[in-house]
């Protein structure tokens, strides 16, 4: 089973400050994603990103998001400005491609926004 | 937008008791995903379901594809305690992007 990493997996920060979630495939995939779940509430899409740029986003990923691929391998969401509402768990997933429909999710990053 | 409607929100069961729970949407999906997460975790996929009418079992869970392509049900026989958690549905949508449109999740407490 393909397996994702994430880093922090849990960040406190205050609002108006920039954070940076990291994310990396183990596996090979064809699609990546970013998603959202704020506490006690369903996981909410936020961007997939396909061949090294955005493919889909979602009306939550406004102007304070942004997502890179710094070196090849990692993928990081940025929000520039971190709101109070900001605060949630936020997951990446894979789509490896390879004749199956199914995502694997990353053990998440909690972010507190104070 | 595409909406995924869950129920029931929770349940309180006692072991050994079989659970149902089903999604249903007024949009066609050509995917169905169930997910099971436990608390600060990230969802870890039961069942994935391709067909309509399609019916999956994996151990003592059975979740099936509805023919409408609009629903799906997941069924959890003789429940655990282990079972306890938060189980999501998910459809994806049918274009390339392979986005997941998530139903709100069923609690599931056991009673001791």
């Known amino acids: 089973e393909p397996e994702v990493t994430q880093t922090p997996s849990h960040q406190v920060t205050q609002m108006g400050q920039e954070v940076i979630l990291r994310c990396v495939p183990i596996?090979?995939?064809?699609?990546f994603y970013w998603y959202r779940q704020i506490l006690g509430q369903k996981v909410e899409f936020l961007v997939s990103?396909?061949?090294?740029?955005?493919?889909?986003k979602s009306e939550i990923f406004d102007d304070q998001f942004s997502v890179e691929r710094p070196d090849g391998s990692n993928f990081t969401l940025k929000i520039r400005s971190t709101k109070l509402e900001d605060s949630a768990m936020y997951f990446c997933?894979?789509?490896?491609?390879?004749?199956?429909?199914?995502?694997?999710f990353g053990p998440g990053t909690r972010l507190t926004v104070l | 937008g595409q909406q995924l409607n869950q129920s029931p929100q929770s349940m309180f069961i006692q072991e050994g008791e079989d659970v149902s729970m089903n999604c249903t949407s007024s949009?066609?999906?050509?995917?169905w995903l169930w997910y099971k997460q436990d608390p600060g975790e990230g969802p870890v996929l039961l069942i994935a379901?391709?067909?309509a009418g399609e019916l999956t079992s994996n151990g003592r869970l059975t979740a099936q594809f509805g023919i409408t392509r609009k629903d799906s049900f997941l069924n959890i026989s003789a429940s655990i305690p282990s079972d306890v958690g938060i189980y999501f549905c998910?459809?994806?949508?049918?274009?390339?992007?392979?986005?997941?449109?998530w139903g709100a999740g069923t609690k599931l407490i056991i009673k001791p």
């Open positions: 997933a894979i789509y490896p491609g390879q004749g199956a429909n199914e995502q694997f």
């Open positions: 596996s090979n995939h064809l699609y």
């Open positions: 990103f396909y061949n090294n740029e955005i493919s889909e």
């Open positions: 949009s066609i999906f050509n995917t």
């Open positions: 379901l391709y067909k």
């Open positions: 998910a459809g994806q949508k049918m274009d390339s992007n392979y986005q997941l449109i």
